[in-house]
């Protein structure tokens, strides 16, 4: 283990030789590169050996499109030699990986403790008897999941895990579901042979016309519900069947914040308005509400932040109407904005109903307050209801993010990667636009898509893996092990690539 992954007779070289370049491309200072990795043994600096895709990943895209679709494919990795921040591909190349796997790496590649917890017993008994956990956990789940997932949001003392992000909101809509249906009702008994015989049909009343309110540019998952929720982006959702819930619009803001506060205060008062009514009608209707769904920072269509005032005005609309309202911290949960939870910046008045998470807590899930605990078994269920080897890792990154304070990390990172954006942008007018963050939860514009695309190509060209949302936003997504040190190379890179695409 000594000397880790990157640190390969090959990977050294290509470092000791592009040293130097690497300084002079990113035109960094010296200093900038002097605090101590959190984790040992990765490299200083990106190598770019080939063009990326190089050669053996194209031949590997070749291979795999016999089998299936590959247009999604950006290269091929080297997940042996990929260490920390920095995630290596076949053709020799060594990135600096500010996207993570789509937001999803805690503590980058790698990490030597949770290396060491892969090769546990206890990790290999998960792993290869991959319990029905509805059913069958063994004796150590409950402390498991107070140990590796009661760092809970304030007072939920809930927790049921799933699979992925998706299955964790299906679920949580169910929740819903299951206990607007209750209310109405009038009791928490089992429902009766009615509708127990007409939900086999798919009739009323045991298939109730029930909705969730979601808002424009959301993104909630692929499956069929949580894909009628998702309003990010066409190629999500064309071409299938989607449920007729009711959408309300998330507030635009106009930036710099602070320049704009009256207009930005007037876009939260319209945009809860537009939900209140929007609930309203549909309840008129008879398809009533159960519930709204929402993202502390909505991700995939755009990085687009509100403000606290917004998220307090809809717990109370919530609340006035009867219906949960749940939070979906998938990509901001785990630390990253530097809260352990995205909605701890908002003061609400009390919990949210439901929060679910996913991404870089390894495991799926979603906490609940007692109200929305299921009244009979089986009515929230599937096969494996997440995955034991996940929540063991999670574990372990626990003690990490506690151990090397990665939220007090995230904080300081993100506040620093904010005036060095602030700066590019100031130096560089009409380049970047709308630059806002939380932590590390950091996204900026370009004039427009096809700019923002042609940046990320040169970046990457650069050594710089990134992701891009909404209609021109570069958004970053780095895990909790990224430092100063990295955000400097970051920043370097950029102006460099603007420099190249243009920006002088």
Same mark, same amino acid.
């Given at each position: ?40 043994? &990765? ?126 909101? &299906? ?128 991700? &995939? ?93 999670? &574990? ?109």
């Amino acid at each position: 283990m000594k000397g880790a992954f990157l640190t390969s007779r090959v990977v050294r070289k290509g470092l000791q030789a592009s040293t130097l370049q690497a300084r002079q491309r990113s035109s960094l200072p010296e200093q900038a590169h002097q605090t101590a990795s959190l984790v040992q043994g &990765e490299p200083n600096y990106p190598v770019v050996a080939t063009a990326i895709p190089g050669p053996k990943s194209q031949e590997l895209m070749k291979d795999l499109n016999d089998i299936q679709a590959v247009g999604s494919v950006q290269f091929f990795v080297d997940y042996a030699r990929s260490l920390g921040n920095y995630v290596a591909d076949v053709d020799g190349n060594v990135l600096l990986d500010v996207y993570t796997q789509i937001a999803s790496l805690p503590l980058g590649y790698n990490h030597p403790r949770l290396l060491r917890a892969a090769h546990s017993p206890e990790m290999t008994l998960a792993s290869v008897n991959r319990p029905a956990l509805g059913s069958f956990p063994d004796a150590r789940w409950p402390q498991k999941l107070r140990s590796a997932l009661m760092w809970l949001p304030r007072d939920m003392t809930n927790v049921q895990t799933m699979a992925c992000g998706s299955c964790s909101n &299906e679920n949580a809509y169910k929740a819903m579901f299951i206990v607007y249906r209750n209310r109405q009702r009038g009791s928490e008994d089992l429902p009766p042979i009615e509708d127990q015989q007409s939900c086999m049909l798919n009739r009323a009343p045991g298939s109730p016309s029930l909705t969730v309110l979601s808002f424009e540019h959301a993104f909630h998952g692929r499956t069929l519900g949580s894909l009628t929720t998702t309003r990010s982006k066409p190629i999500h959702k064309v071409d299938i069947p989607a449920l007729d819930w009711p959408v309300a619009p998330f507030p635009m803001y106009q930036y710099p914040l602070d320049q704009f506060a009256a207009e930005n205060s007037a876009e939260d008062e319209r945009c809860l308005q537009r939900a209140e009514e929007a609930i309203e009608e549909y309840n008129r209707a008879g398809k009533w509400v159960a519930g709204m769904v929402i993202e502390p920072i909505q991700a &995939e269509g755009g990085d687009n932040h509100a403000s606290p005032e917004f998220f307090q005005g809809l717990q109370k609309i919530a609340r006035k109407h009867q219906m949960a309202f749940m939070i979906d911290e998938v990509q901001t949960g785990c630390g990253v904005t530097g809260k352990m939870w995205a909605h701890q910046w908002f003061g609400l008045d009390g919990p949210p109903d439901i929060v679910s998470f996913s991404k870089k807590m390894l495991t799926g899930g979603y906490y609940h307050t007692d109200k929305y605990r299921p009244n009979a078994p089986y009515r929230i269920y599937n096969t494996w209801m997440g995955d034991p080897a996940k929540v063991l890792q999670l &574990e372990e990154v626990i003690s990490v993010m506690k151990d090397d304070k990665l939220i007090e990390n995230a904080a300081d990172v993100g506040a620093h990667l904010m005036t060095g954006l602030n700066g590019i942008a100031e130096r560089r007018p009409g380049l970047l636009s709308r630059i806002r963050g939380l932590g590390t939860f950091v996204a900026f514009d370009l004039p427009s898509g096809g700019q923002r695309d042609k940046l990320m190509a040169v970046l990457r060209s650069k050594g710089v893996v990134s992701g891009g949302c909404g209609d021109a936003s570069i958004r970053m997504r780095p895990s909790l092990v990224f430092q100063r040190q990295h955000a400097d190379i970051y920043l370097g890179a950029l102006e460099s690539a603007l420099a190249e695409l243009g920006g002088d």
